[in-house]
């Protein structure tokens, strides 16, 4: 499940992701509950968000970063 795809876009599942973090900081956990993701793909596809700039951990939780939270704001 990747969740950045070759042109450096978030994919479906990505944005999936993106959009369990609108509310705040949640953790790993958290996110794979609101998905329904399996939490080892949610733990990878947090960790490439991450890497892309899109989402920043704090302590044990991930929260949007402004890329981030411009991208979602910008999703139907």
Known sequence: MACISPDGKPTESGIKLLRSLKSG??????????????????????RELAAAELVTQKGEGYELSPKGNELVGSQP
């Open 25 to 46: 900081l949640r953790s790993p956990e958290e996110v794979a509950k609101a998905t329904g993701f399996p939490l080892f793909r949610v733990r990878s596809g947090l």
